[in-house]
């Protein structure tokens, strides 16, 4: 298997998000997304590209509820998925076969489009009295739900930086109650801010984002390239300072399974109705298709790239799937 070169980057309910009406006479071929759980702000985001694609294809997206993106990857690998919710870390390992997926790999993963950047938060309560990433080691900490994308990041992040909590592993919102009746100093998740359940924790238990210095960020990153800086600016959370942290682009990928026809016209109904994606969700207005081919972090669906190849633009040469080539 060729290894694709990182570049640099930033970082049981069925619900279906489209269906036809009496004036829609036309028939449409089913394709299932898997997402994450219903309660996330990620989630409406998903439902909002599955709806404009559903609206203006022939193809009736439905947005499966699922535990998230590793989960997505397997089920994709599986054959239980047309489409899923991925993030550039996932769909790296998944393709080069490295990291969760060294025994699991599957070079016929695709990359559709990018959705949004989504951003690490490492908070602690105010009252807790700690401040720095090192201020962490020996408490009772979690490191966001078990087996999420947020978890394993706190993971790879906090070893290079030799941040050694308590790590207490539960279900985010478990954690989230953790916090509150004060059993945990903090804990982390990895969503677009601001994040509800932060919201709700902070307004009941005031919280702090944990920020990394620059020497911080420039050794992660070095190991880490899938990660890039990003700030939470101040009073994103009532009150709270700027915080600088670490993101990741997150977006949706199929397989060579998939035809190249019917991706080309889902990314294409995709981008031409993005203005109305980005209106209802504000973090997709800061992902173009210039972004998708600046950040990708495995290669492109053929279908999807003769889309952009269409526009235009210019695609690195590690990006351009075996198929199209």
Excluded: C
Aim: net charge negative; glycine share 8%.
């Amino acid at each position: 298997m060729t290894k694709l070169t990182l570049r640099h980057l930033l970082p049981a309910s069925i619900l279906a998000v489209s269906a036809l009406t009496a004036a829609t006479a036309q028939a449409q071929t089913a394709l299932n997304m898997g997402s994450v759980p219903t309660g996330t702000g990620w989630f409406f985001g998903i439902s909002e590209g599955a709806r404009v694609i559903s609206a203006n294809t022939p193809y009736e997206i439905t947005v499966r509820e699922t535990g998230g993106t590793r989960e997505n990857a397997i089920r994709l690998t599986n054959g239980e998925l047309d489409l899923a919710f991925i993030e550039a870390l996932v769909g790296y390992e998944q393709y080069n076969g490295e990291g969760r997926f060294a025994d699991t790999p599957n070079p016929d993963v695709r990359l559709v489009y990018w959705i949004a950047p989504s951003t690490m938060h490492w908070a602690v309560r105010q009252d807790s009295g700690l401040e720095t990433f090192e201020d962490l080691n020996g408490e009772r900490f979690n490191p966001s739900s078990i087996g999420g994308g947020g978890e394993y990041i706190t993971e790879q992040v906090f070893g290079i930086l030799g941040i050694e909590p308590d790590f207490q592993r539960m279900r985010v919102n478990d954690a989230a109650e953790g916090v509150t009746d004060g059993r945990l100093v903090g804990f982390s998740y990895n969503g677009v801010p601001p994040i509800p359940l932060f919201t709700e924790v902070h307004s009941s238990r005031p919280l702090q984002l944990l920020s990394l210095t620059d020497e911080q960020v420039s050794t992660v990153t070095t190991e880490l390239p899938f990660l890039s800086p990003t700030i939470v600016p101040a009073d994103t959370y009532t009150g709270m300072s700027e915080a600088q942290s670490l993101g990741i682009y997150m977006g949706i990928a199929a397989t060579t399974d998939l035809d190249a026809d019917t991706v080309y016209e889902l990314t294409k109904a995709y981008w031409e109705n993005h203005d109305q994606v980005a209106a209802s969700f504000k973090p997709a207005g800061s992902v173009d298709p210039q972004t998708v081919i600046d950040t990708a972090t495995f290669p492109l669906h053929a279908g999807a790239l003769r889309y952009y190849q269409e526009l235009g633009l210019e695609i690195p040469a590690d990006i351009i799937p075996p198929e199209a080539q």
